[in-house]
């Protein structure tokens, strides 16, 4: 065996050897791939309000599908089905969601309440920041933007997982939450 000295090397980058990253070394960017350069160009191309427009393009799909499906008269292993109800028999975060914008489309709130009440409350919202964030992106408007801080959010979202479990607790008053 021998002592190792102050300069003593043990890896295979001696420029490593005191575990400190080589100064004034520069690493060449990472090229895109073809795909990734195709977006890039497409979205450089695009006028301001083609995102915007995508968008309200897939709400309106979305909308579109629960007003056509009608999901308030569907079987309950009718497809496209939760796939967490299908294989445990527990209702996920979202369920009833799509049946409350079905009812929120067609104005009655109190039954669109009754499916997943967390989702109708935060359509207002998600419609503020949506006009907002659109309006800005599309046509240059200012409007006054919601912010919502990071413990609002945390708290809005350990409600929801706290509504997740408590519609799937099986003794009253949480089977009045079954969907």
């Known amino acids: 065996m021998h002592a190792a000295g102050p300069h003593a090397h043990h890896g295979p980058y001696p420029e490593h050897a005191g575990g400190a990253w080589p100064a004034g ?4 960017p990472v090229e895109p791939d073809r795909f990734t350069r195709l977006v890039l160009r497409l979205h ?3 006028p301001r309000w083609a995102v915007p427009l995508a968008a309200l393009g897939c709400v ?3 909308m579109a599908y629960a007003l056509l499906s009608d ?3 569907s079987d309950p292993d009718a497809r496209p089905t ?3 109800k299908l294989t445990t028999g527990l209702d996920c975060p979202g369920c009833g969601g799509t049946r409350a914008l079905w009812y929120v489309l067609h104005a009655d709130l109190p039954a669109a309440a009754r499916h997943h009440f967390l989702f109708v409350f935060s359509l207002p919202f998600l419609a503020w920041l949506f006009v907002s964030w659109a309006g800005n992106r599309a046509f240059g408007w200012r409007l006054p933007e919601l912010r919502i801080s990071p413990r609002v959010i945390g708290g809005f979202l350990a409600l929801w997982l706290a509504f997740s479990v408590a519609r799937n607790l099986p003794w009253a008053p949480f089977t ?3 969907v």
């Open 25 to 28: 070394v520069a690493y060449p």
């Open 176 to 178: 009045s939450l079954y």
């Open 60 to 62: 309106g799909l979305g």
């Open 82 to 84: 939760c796939l967490l």
């Open 44 to 46: 450089a191309r695009a």
């Open 71 to 73: 999901p308030t008269h």
